[in-house]
C-alpha cells in the first residue's frame, strides 16, 4: 500500500496497524505488568526515552519516536511484539474487563483527539466548528460534546457523513456544495464567529477559511495535516493580529492521552462503537481495506480469533 508517512524510508515494507489492543500470548520474564491472557491497549508511538519530550511523557512528539505500522511492524497480524520500551514508557495498559476489543480500538484515534481538543484550549460554552465528518471529525463533535462546548456545527461534502454528525449531537451541519460556510456561520453566531474551529480534513483551503470565522480569542487546530506536497496556505494574518486568536496543531497523543482516551471509552460516556461502521475477520483484510479505502464507511475494525500460546 502507498504511504506517505515521513517516518517510512522509500522501498521499506512493514506490516500496517497503528491502532489496536490485544490479549498477551508471552511475556518476557521481568514482564509484571500484564501476564499471559492480560488484555492490554498499546499507545502505539514509542519514545527514545532520554530526551527532553520524552521526559515530559510526550512519546509522539519525540524527534526520535518509533511508531507501530508506520517503522515497526504493527496490527493486522495475528501477533504483534511489543518492545520493553513501550512497557517501560507506560505505554502497555491493561483493560477494564467489561469493554469490549472493539471499543478499546479506538482509544489511539481517540487520544489524539484529546491531544487535539486540549491544544484547542477547549471551555464550556465554547461553539466550535468541525471541518470534516469522518471518523476523527466525529470524535471530535463528541468528545467536544462531552467537554461542554455549547453548540458543534460540522461541515463536509458526503450527505452521510453529514447525516451522521447529526444524530450524534451536531447543532447543525451544511455541505459546502449547496451554501457558503461563511454566510452559514455568521448567521447561526450573528456574525460573532466560532471559538472553536478544527480542521480535520487534509484540505488547504478550509485553513485559510476557518481563520476569518473564528470569534475574537478563539482558537484554531489543525487536526488533520495536508499532503507534503500540498502548496503553502493562505492566512490573514490581520484576522490573527487583530481578534487575538490562537492557530495551533498537534500530532497523534501521548500514552497518557491514551489513558484519558480508555477511560473515556470505560466510562460508557463516550460511546465509539457509533463510529465504528465494519468490523472484518483478520482473514478479510482485503475487504477491510477496500472497505475503508472507498470511504463508504466510517472506521473499519479487524478482529483476530484470542489465540492460543504460539
Ligand atoms: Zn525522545
Redesign the pocket.
Known sequence: MACGHRKLRPGQTITLGHEFVGTVVQAGARVTLCGVGTRVGVAPNI?????E??GRGL?NM????SAFGIDRDGSHAEYVAIPAAALAQGSVIPLAPHVSAVDASLAEPLSCVVNGLRAARLDPGDTVLVYGAGPMGLLNLMLALLSSAARVWVVDRNEARLEQARQLGAAGVLNPDAGSVQEWIGRLTRGRGVDVAITAAPVREIQTEAVQLLAPFGRLCLFAGLPNDAAPVELHTNAIHYRNLCVTGMTGGSPQDYRTALKLIESGRLDVRRIVSHVFPLEEVGRAYATAMSGTGLKVVMTAETPRHP
Open positions: 519514545g527514545c526515552g532520554r530526551c519530550l520524552c512519546m519525540c524527534p526520535e519516536y
